[in-house]
Antibody
Framework: EVQLVESGGGLVQPGRSLRLSCSAS????????IYWVRQAPGKGLEYVSV????????YYADSVKGRFTISRDNSKNTLYLQMSSLRAEDTALYYC????????????WGQGTLVTVSS | SYELTQPPSVSVSPGQTARITCSGD??????AYWYQQKSGQAPVLVIY???KRPSGIPERFSGSSSGTMATLTISGAQVEDEADYYC??????????FGTGTKVTVL
């Protein structure tokens, strides 16, 4: 069974940094691209970033480009999202999601970790 | 930036048919995908590549696409289908985007 478990969320002040993790199991982690998707309270889904299976290619939404860095450690079956220069509008539930193998869309999602940016 | 537009809400009586639309300029050349998100839960894929249904998704869920509009249809809607639904696709440059979301009420 595919399992994705996010962690690392919490309350952080504007301008500070935070690193999220996503631990994966139930599939061959190193064979799949993985996404970060976020959802602000009461709002819709927003694509944040995706990383290729070997980590060689990364893509970001314009809203986080230059502030967020996605990475992965295939030896640990773990995905990361390093978030810096955080803003109030980054407050959201952050999901990691596994690609279906096509590199186009996510098929399985974790339960999310909440990031709150506030002074 | 690329946008996928959905109606904010759709209401349907149990057993009736609900149709949720998703409008986007790149849809004639790009697949649409649909996710169901029940309250307090993570999204679940219900349709991929316009009209394919993942295993475990009830047959009452179907998808279609024509021109700049994709449609998710729930035939014989059940109370448990009440949820938010999001379309998803890419633009001509490969940028990924979710639709604005539609709240489906079954009552």
């Amino acid at each position: 069974e595919v399992q994705l478990v996010e962690s690392g969320g919490g309350l952080v002040q504007p301008g500070r940094s935070l690193r999220l993790s996503c631990s994966a199991s139930g599939f061959t982690f190193s064979s799949y691209a993985i996404y970060w998707v976020r959802q602000a309270p009461g709002k819709g889904l927003e694509y944040v970033s995706v990383i290729s299976s070997n980590g060689g290619s990364t893509y970001y939404a314009d809203s986080v480009k230059g502030r967020f860095t996605i990475s992965r450690d295939n030896s640990k079956n773990t995905l990361y999202l390093q978030m810096s220069s955080l803003r109030a509008e980054d407050t959201a539930l952050y999901y990691c999601a596994k690609d279906d193998i096509s590199g186009i869309y996510p098929d399985y999602w974790g339960q999310g970790t909440l990031v709150t940016v506030s002074s | 930036s690329y946008e996928l537009t959905q109606p904010p809400s759709v209401s349907v009586s149990p057993g009736q048919t609900a149709r949720i639309t998703c409008s986007g300029d790149a849809l004639p050349k790009k697949y649409a995908y649909w996710y169901q998100q029940k309250s307090g839960q993570a999204p679940v894929l219900v349709i991929y590549e316009d009209s394919k249904r993942p295993s475990g998704i009830p047959e009452r869920f179907s998808g279609s696409s024509s021109g700049t509009m994709a449609t998710l249809t729930i035939s014989g809607a059940q109370v448990e289908d009440e949820a938010d639904y999001y379309c998803y696709s890419t633009d001509s440059s490969g940028n990924r985007v979710f639709g604005t979301g539609t709240k489906v009420t079954v009552l």
